[in-house]
């Protein structure tokens, strides 16, 4: 028995030593933040945050951005374990919804911001939808423009997030609900998904200015010319025209007339950017 409380003394020992010397590393580092910039913000913690950090470092265009973390978690998370490079992330503890915290996330210098339904706390999914809206309202005071992405637990809540100018909205559960639905109808959908949504291999999504050269051209004209020179699948157009907001068209007819406004979404392996640059 005295050898086992030994052993278990000392096992309490050497892991209260490596939580301290983590969190000071941390602390540590606090220091940096007031130097970074373009970086992204991550707000809320829910085990998508990984995949999120993750999936930043994969990518070609953002592996060397540096995130913040802003949660309120009683230790940082241990990135290390899941393969993460510790070097471009940062934490800070406290409240995403306060002005001061998100200051010191530098958010007046930040590129993007990620609104995650956060689950560091227990709350309600009323409460953390809130919580995200009152984030993104902040964030907007703070750094007009920003690029925000932001996780709703609840659909009637979209059209608050909308007023806030949030670009981009996931409602999580639902999405996935309506894939194991469809992937029920059309089997072997969940691997083409499963694809096209990670850096990590095969094909992704991507979204150029429309080429010079297709400018003029039809959708169809496009089609054919962007797989017989780029391997690559045109399957969307985001039409702008005289400031209005975008307008997203999947598939379009295939007499509608590219112009030089647009943005094309294609399926390739690679950023066609760098091919038509």
Known sequence: IGGFTLFAMFTGVISAVMVTRLRNQWEARDMELHELRDHTIICGWNRSAVTIIQEIQRDAKTRSMPVVLVAELEEP??????????ELLYFVRGDYTSTAVLQKAGIERAAATVLLADKSLPRTDQDRDARTLLAALTIEKLRPGIFTCAELLRRENIEHLSMAKVEEIVI????????????????GVIKIVDELLTAS??????????????????FFEALLDIKKH??????????????ATPELMTNPANDYVLNPTDSLVLIATEDPESRYS
Request: hydrophobic residues 35%; aromatic residues 8%; glycine residues 12%.
């Open 172 to 187: 999580g559960d639902e999405y996935m609900g309506h894939l194991i639905a469809h992937s029920s109808r059309t089997r």
């Open 201 to 218: 291999r095969g094909n992704q999504f991507y979204k150029i200015l429309t080429p010079p050269h297709l400018v003029g051209k039809t």
């Open 230 to 243: 780029r391997n690559s699948i045109l399957m969307a157009v985001e039409a702008g025209r005289d400031g």
């Open 77 to 86: 998370p241990a990135f290390a374990s899941w393969g993460c490079r510790i």
